[in-house]
């Protein structure tokens, strides 16, 4: 079964509540590696109740609708699907509690031609029901990679940002934990590629690897460390590129290029020498 353009545009994706605690924005944080230095005041706050903020990519964890693209009629190849992209826009600072709505739908699907895939970009929106607020929206890009050359009609996607060829202003290394994939999984993304050894070997990875947004979630946290001295209301917007799969444990090294309302970056895992994502751009306020 092909993909139908028409029928993709229009696939309704269920809604979904949910209701988050401060236990879960506490536990979001302490996935990305926050509380590592617990004595640092300026990340006690996203990892202790006392005056607690929220790390504003938690937003990219919240009211997911689960395997989609696999559970509906979608036409798509699933088990060759791969996350390509993630963007988000935050338009409201994340609360530490709330109770939210995720309002889905499909906002793109690009044909990049036979043997290379289609680009299906879906949107969600993030709204605070309490307060009818909308918090923030979430693109996600997926790349179909068995599904180019279906015949849709001509679409482009915005071009993403280049980076400096100079030197970075800032470099950051984070050495990830071993079990950084078990502990981020509890954020709601359980599946077992990153957990059982078996199912990451017959997926063709050594070892389970971790969530490519963990890692842009610490290329961010780096960035609100080091750019925005943890200020969470500073961040617009976060954007990258996945271009390598990575691993629990593995040294990751936050190349960062700062300009007067943005940030330019990318992930490098060190021991390996590979960039594993790429075209960073992060809006500030």
């Not at 990049?112 to 307060?131: H, L």
């Not at 800032?170 to 059982?196: C, F, K, T």
């Amino acid at each position: 079964m092909a993909i139908n353009y028409h029928q993709l545009m229009s696939l309704r994706i269920p809604e979904v509540r949910q209701s988050y605690s401060h236990r879960d924005s506490l536990l979001y944080a302490l996935s990305l590696g926050l509380g590592n230095d617990p004595l640092d005041p300026r990340q006690l706050p996203y990892v202790y109740e006392g005056e607690q903020r929220c790390l504003p990519t938690f937003g990219t964890v919240l009211g997911h609708p689960g395997l989609w693209l696999r559970d509906l009629d979608t036409g798509v190849d699933w088990v060759k699907a791969l996350h390509a992209q993630q963007e988000l826009i935050l338009h409201h600072s994340l609360p530490a509690a709330a109770n939210v709505l995720g309002q889905q739908q499909i906002v793109e699907v690009v044909d990049r031609g036979e043997g290379r895939g289609a680009m299906i970009v879906w949107q969600r929106r993030i709204i605070d029901t309490d307060r009818d607020l909308h918090l923030c929206t979430v693109n996600q890009y997926m790349l179909a990679r068995g599904d180019g050359g279906f015949g849709g009609p001509p679409r482009t996607l915005p071009a993403v940002v280049e980076l400096p060829a100079g030197a970075p202003d800032i470099q950051v290394e984070i050495r990830s934990a071993p079990q950084m994939a078990l502990l981020y999984r509890l954020n709601g993304d359980w599946n077992p590629l990153h957990a059982d050894p078996e199912v990451a070997r017959k997926a063709g990875f050594d070892r389970p690897i971790l969530h490519g947004l963990a890692t842009w979630g610490l290329a961010a946290t780096a960035v609100l460390d080091r750019v925005c001295d943890f200020d969470h209301t500073r961040i617009a917007s976060v954007f990258g590129r996945f271009t390598t799969p990575v691993y629990p444990g593995e040294t990751f090294r936050v190349d960062i290029w700062r300009e007067p309302t943005r940030v330019l970056f990318r992930v490098v895992a060190v021991e390996r020498d590979v960039i594993a994502l790429n075209n960073g751009l992060i809006g500030l306020r």
